[in-house]
């Protein structure tokens, strides 16, 4: 996509008049490590693609009268299809879709599911599909769906739950990322957490205590970050987490970044159980759900008692956002009130999973 860009600029920069004797493209190195001064030349890779932008100038001339004989006509016909989200959502499908109507086909989740295939079929509401021609997950999504019902695997669900110990810690990250590495140490568009909510229960019907970290701005996060969450899990706790790829992946990197604190963040690590699990793996499933396992699917499904709508900071982009905003801000009030909303939405996250987890423990 990028190398065709480089194309049409070389062909419009000669339609001008200018003579292009190079065409490169540049993009970042993600393997560069920032130590010091950002070092320009390493944090950018630089392609010379002269030779192929060359060799496909007639047929960017050929796209060129095309799109002008589109622009020309009225409306296209065209029915949605797969192009409307590849390679990317196009920003008419507030139009085109129009027609598609709450709870159809394209609501299903999963792999092997063939949405336009029964679109074309004329096969669009849930009510209409042969639940034969569905994959297995598929079928159950179906089925819960309009029978508005739940299905709950209760001997997969008790080996999950099982598998929990006390004390119990429930543990989310927020991270920030940027294409230029804001730290030593850092790569390109890497993880790197800044804020962490920790609720915990020290033993069965025990009192819920919580735990929370954000950073200052402006500051280092990693090491003051790291040192207080070792110090406030214990080290034969059970940690709960949603999505542990993610907080595998930040604790690796404190433990790369802090090899003095391996032992203890590889202990943590290996105590990690997986929230998330048992919905991805349809252990538990609600029609509530929609096909997906994601947190903000699942809390409002089996805790509609808590709720991120209003919230200033309700998903993670927003809090990186938040984040970045507060550490370039001079207004005190501004950033107390963007930390207040940080802490909020964190805390949220957490107090979740501790809320999935006992109602978890109810079903059974």
């Not at 047929?59 to 299809?81: C, F, T």
């Not at 063939?114 to 042969?130: G, T």
Request: net charge negative; glycine share 6%; proline share 5%.
């Amino acid at each position: 996509m990028h190398f065709e860009d480089v194309a049409f600029q070389y062909h419009v920069l000669n339609g001008i008049g200018l003579s292009i004797s190079k065409a490169h493209l540049v993009h970042i190195n993600n393997k560069y490590e920032r130590n010091g001064n950002i070092e320009v030349e390493k944090l950018f890779t630089i392609n010379d693609v002269t030779k192929d932008v060359v060799g496909i100038q007639g047929e960017i001339l050929s796209r060129i009268n095309a799109h002008r004989n589109i622009l020309a006509g009225g409306m296209p016909k065209i029915d949605i299809g797969e192009y409307c989200s590849a390679p990317y959502d196009c920003e008419f499908q507030g139009h085109c879709w129009k027609h598609i109507p709450e709870e159809s086909v394209f609501d299903l989740r999963g792999r092997g599911i063939k949405h336009f295939d029964l679109y074309r079929k004329e096969i669009i509401q849930l009510k209409d599909i042969p639940i034969h021609l569905l994959p297995a997950s598929a079928k159950l999504q179906l089925e819960c769906a309009l029978e508005r019902k739940n299905y709950i695997d209760n001997a997969a669900l008790r080996e999950f739950l099982n598998s929990i110990w006390y004390p119990l810690y429930f543990l989310d990250f927020e991270t920030v990322r940027s294409p230029i590495p804001l730290l030593d140490g850092t790569r390109p568009y890497q993880q790197v957490p800044f804020q962490y909510s920790l609720h915990c229960v020290e033993k069965e019907a025990g009192k819920l205590g919580h735990h929370e970290f954000l950073a200052a701005p402006n500051i280092d996060p990693r090491r003051p970050l790291v040192e207080k969450l070792l110090k406030e899990i214990p080290p034969n706790a059970c940690v709960v987490v949603y999505n542990m790829t993610f907080e595998k992946g930040v604790l690796n990197s404190l433990k790369t970044w802090f090899p003095e604190y391996a032992n203890k963040t590889d202990n943590i690590i290996r105590n990690i159980r997986d929230l998330m699990i048992p919905f991805k793996n349809q252990v538990y499933y609600s029609w509530q759900m929609q096909g997906s396992y994601s947190m903000k699917a699942v809390l409002p499904a089996l805790v509609p008692e808590l709720s991120y709508d209003g919230m200033d900071v309700s998903d993670g982009d927003m809090a990186m956002l938040a984040y970045k905003k507060m550490t370039a801000s001079k207004d005190q009030t501004e950033i107390e009130n963007l930390r207040e909303a940080l802490l909020e939405y964190c805390r949220l996250d957490s107090l979740g999973m501790v809320r999935i987890y006992e109602k978890l423990k109810k079903v059974i």
